[in-house]
């Protein structure tokens, strides 16, 4: 541990000594190529400790404990920049405490950590292009870095740059062989993680490389269940639940013998490979269990989540809605916070929604969408520091599932007015595939206006199986229609045998079947 006396002008205040301790993130391991460690300033040292043991068990992915030892850092220092930064909490008005306390002492600090707050703020007001070059900032500050490597490639590949995010994973990994975030940012383009995680095209993938990372941060990690998870997802995905199976086990074995917060996600991702290998009984008992051992409200709910999602596999949506909405009944009971709690709510009441439009239940359908939109501006209106950008993407959801809304009940007038209005204000976004969701709402709605040639204009290629297994489905009925039979029925297929688990395949995966086996 490095540290040294510092001198800073305190406003309103004369000239004040202070100590600060200046030290590097944790790394789970010495690399053989020395790895530059970023600045880190608190007012204590001891303070600084339990924030290194924060990111020793981050760096493990062990959540719980990484929020218990920051929440201990910030009891002794609670201007510690960075630990209010990456401190996390069930409460989300903690969370937006953390976050300001992080922008208003974000000076006090050195530049990298400046620099860190102020990529942070760029992404939540949609600055994408800014945040990039802050991270190049904190690259020519410190290249002998890995960490500036990964937020760089956290970025690129969000920007769907993902040559230049695999060459960013790759310099992180050559700086430190140990890192485990960078073997994860590579993995990650390999097979669907989840929504938020965009994979490289086809020609920059393969399972031999999938298997490659995995093992790399199995062996970077090797008492780290959720590496074995990583790995099993591989063997799920092409279907081979039994091999999967064997690292699903080694995974709660870990979680068994270390008591391990990752017990709930193992148990949750066992229950997907029970799922899709047909035995729904064991799969529900799984996410039963995940939920029930589950350690607060978020986990909680997202449990419950999959045990209604699981009857969407089973083309049974009246019971899904049943578990969606004994799922809002529960919520008041798993201590979320208000903002947590209407969030959580906001949330199921659009799973409810979506389950209702697709059993043409118009008008339910169309008062629990409001109930949801009601939630959440709730929700928003709680956050005293919320951006224009944020209520601007809020406008843009509500108005987005509004014309799905009208799509699926034949309103097309209807829904292009709103489709109009997602236009204006996703095209300020700077993100190359900022407008992917209206095109694939444009392309749906052209294909039930019976026009599915013109629907394939809105369909590009990033309307996929592996990014919207949702709108894909109708991407494959327009091409169908349009004579090209061949791509469509390899979407079908594709979704047919999409072995990873969310509402959006669930409403389509039995279509699909259909379509393959017609």
């Known amino acids: 541990m490095v540290s040294k006396f510092t001198l800073f002008k305190l406003k309103g205040k004369t000239m004040l000594k202070r100590l600060f301790f200046i030290t590097s993130l944790f790394l789970a391991a010495c690399s053989t190529v020395e790895d530059v460690p970023l600045p880190v300033t608190s007012s204590s040292e001891k303070a600084l400790e339990l924030y290194n043991e924060a990111l020793e068990y981050q760096s493990k992915w062990e959540g719980r404990e990484a929020r218990q030892k920051m929440a201990a850092a ?28 992080a922008v208003a002492n974000k000076s006090n600090g050195t530049e990298a950590e400046e620099i860190k707050v ?55 990994t050559n700086i430190n062989p140990k890192n485990l975030d960078a073997w994860f940012g590579l993995f990650t383009h390999q097979i669907p993680i989840n929504y938020f995680y965009k994979l490289a095209p086809e020609n920059l993938r393969s399972r031999e490389k999938a298997i490659f990372y995995a093992d790399k941060m199995i062996e970077v990690a090797p008492n780290n269940p959720r590496s074995y998870n990583l790995r099993a997802n591989i063997d799920r995905k092409d279907g081979n639940f039994e091999e999967a199976k064997k690292y699903y086990q080694k995974a709660l074995d870990i979680c068994n013998e ?21 035995d729904d009984e064991t799969a529900m008992k799984f996410y039963q269990e995940a939920q029930d051992v589950a350690e607060n409200g978020d986990s909680k709910r997202n449990m419950g989540f999959y045990k209604a999602i699981l009857h969407l596999y089973n083309n049974d949506f009246y019971s899904a809605f049943d578990e969606f909405d004994k799922l809002e ?13 209407l969030s959580s709510k906001g949330q199921v009441q659009f799973n409810k929604f979506f389950t209702l439009a697709h059993l043409q239940e118009k008008e339910k359908s169309w008062k629990e969408l409001k109930k949801s939109q009601d939630s959440f501006k709730k929700e928003l209106k709680l956050n005293e520091s919320a951006t224009d950008r944020e209520y601007k993407n809020q406008e843009q959801t509500f108005l987005s599932n509004e014309a799905w809304y009208h799509i699926l009940f034949g309103e097309y007038d209807k829904a292009e007015k709103k489709l109009a209005k997602v236009y204006l204000i996703q095209s300020e976004k700077e993100s190359p595939n ?59 297929t594709e979704i047919a045998n999409y072995n990873f688990s969310g509402w959006e395949a669930g409403l389509v995966r039995t279509l699909a079947e259909k379509q393959v086996a017609s």
């Open 74 to 101: 910030l009891r002794i220092d609670p201007n510690f920049i960075l630990a209010n930064l990456y401190a996390g909490a069930d409460e989300a008005s903690l969370v937006r405490q953390y976050r300001s306390r």
């Open 329 to 341: 009944n529960q919520l008041d009971d798993w201590g979320f916070d208000k903002a947590g709690l």
């Open 434 to 492: 900022a407008l992917d969701n209206y095109n694939a709402l444009y392309g749906m709605l052209f294909l039930m206006k019976g026009d599915p040639k013109s629907s394939l204009e809105y369909f590009n290629d990033r309307i996929n199986v592996q990014n919207f297994p949702y709108f894909s489905y109708f991407k494959g009925l327009a091409l169908k229609a349009t004579g090209y039979s061949e791509k469509a029925m390899s979407i079908f």
């Open 258 to 278: 270390t008591g391990s917060s990752a017990k709930p996600t193992t148990l949750l991702v066992g229950g997907h490979n029970h799922m899709f290998s047909g």
């Open 118 to 172: 102020d990529i942070w703020l760029a992404r939540r007001e949609g600055r994408q292009k800014d945040a990039m070059e802050l991270a190049k900032r904190l690259i020519e500050l410190y290249p002998n870095s890995s960490e500036p490597y990964v937020i760089l490639g956290d970025m690129q590949s969000q920007a769907t740059e993902f040559e230049d995010a695999i060459e960013s994973y790759n310099k992180a």
